[in-house]
Structures are given as C-alpha cells and as structure tokens.
C-alpha cells in the first residue's frame, strides 16, 4: 500500500475468503467483464452494436440519456487498445484503492460518479452547437491518478520518480497529442476531469494548502466585530504616610543602589517627593 491514512468511512464491501473487495475493486472487475463482452461483440456480432453505448451529445438529446454514462464501459479490442486498458486498470486498482482508503467509501463513490458524468454533460452542453462524441474511460481514470496525487504529491515509485512529476509527464504527454491533432472535446474532458478531482480531494481538507484559495474565501467571512472596552477609572489609592511608601524603596536603595530601582518603584518615589514638597 502507498498511503497510511485510513478514512473512519472506509469498509470493505464483501470478503472474497480473507480477502476484502472494496468499491474499486468491484469497479476493476465491472470494467474488465464490459471489455470482454465488447470483444465478443465486435468478434461475433457487429461493431455498430457499441454505437448504442457511446456518447453521442445529439442522441442524448433526443433522449438516449444512458449514453451519459455507458461511454466510459466501452472498450474495444482494436490494436493496443486492450495493453493499453490493462495499464489503466492497474492505475484504477492501485491508485483508486488508495484514494478510497483516505477519504472513505461514500465520499470516494461520489468522486468516481462525477467524473463519470460532470465530462459528459459539458461535451452534451457543448453538443448543441456542435456535435460530440466519446467512448472510452482513460481520462475518468487518470483523473482518479490525479486525486492520489493530490493526496500523496511526493510519494516516490516508478524509479523513484515523485508521483507529482509522473503526473505532469502524462498530463502533458495527453495534452500535447490533443493539441496536435486538434482533439478539442478530448482535451476539455481530460482537464475537467483532472480539475474536478483535485478540486474534490481539496473540498475534502486533504491535498496541498491553497493560499489564494484561502485568501478568496476569507473576502467572503463576515467579519469579526469591534467591542470598545472603556478604560477603568479606578486610580492608584496612595498611603497616608508617605514614609511607609517608600520606607521599603530606600532600603533597597541603601542596600543595591540607585540602579536597582524598577520603573514602577522610581515612580513611586517620585510622587512621594512631590507630595512632600506640596507639604513644605
């Protein structure tokens, strides 16, 4: 395991034996039997059978709304595409049981919800002036890479690499293809599903310390109020007898010297004088 911290939420779902299955794990084996199932489709039946599950913003609106989900269960044989979904099945095992760990099962449902919806609503808001379309779950599940960076930004592996900078290769290797190819709908759900976990992750209290965040919030905090505290009247009651006053200050005089004298006891001293000059 890479983290420590285990959230109060966390439970296992079920027991496979001594082994516990959690949400992640769950979802790892819903993806792996969707991608069996697409081979067989697209080896036994027909590659236009997946067009009902892919999103397409212009279905969606003519009422196909389980496109906005079903897209990310798509994953199709074609070339290196099943390597390829191997790693990231290894990224959502490994990176998601940890995430799920830190701040619990319920929160981490919600997290893995949004990211499967919040991309595809913005590309249907999208669609009504331009077509969309999207199959397929990487950046979900990068985005859930992004969440344990956010958590453990300098745990090291992958030759003792930071999480945080194998992050930024990937998030710029994606960006890059994206730009070059002109993939404009790619890149909006890659980098809304990376701001949406890591602003998440943040919402939870967990994650790096964000100044301007902070800064923005305390503008918005009604501030504190300004109590005006009168000043006391009660004055110093000084002795009848001076002597008494200052009886115990040229003691220590006599016996340290002038230098001795504290602030509070020259001043003492010294109203004891003008009082005596006002008697003579």
Known sequence: MFGVTTSDDYRPVTWMGRYPVDVTTMLVGVHVVCAIITALFVGFVHNGVLNYAMFDSAEVWQGQVWRLFTYAFIHPPAGYALLWFAIEMYMLFFFG??????????????????????????????????????????????????AFVTLYPNMQFFLRIPAKWIFVILAAIGTLS??????????VVLWSSIALAFFFIEARGAGPELAWINNFKARFRPKPKLYVVQKSSARMVEPDNVYDSIDPILDKISKSGMGSLTESERKILDRARNRLLKKD
Do not use: C, K, M
């Not at 994206?178 to 890149?187: E, R, S, T, V």
């Open 97 to 146: 049981r940890e995430v799920e760990r830190f701040i619990g099962q319920r929160a981490y449902i919600w997290l893995y919800a949004l990211l499967l919806f919040v991309p595809a609503l913005i590309l249907a808001l999208w669609g009504l002036t331009t077509r969309t379309g999207l199959a397929g779950s990487g950046a979900l599940h990068f985005a859930v890479f992004t």
């Open 178 to 187: 994206g730009l070059a190819a002109h993939d404009w709908q790619n890149l």
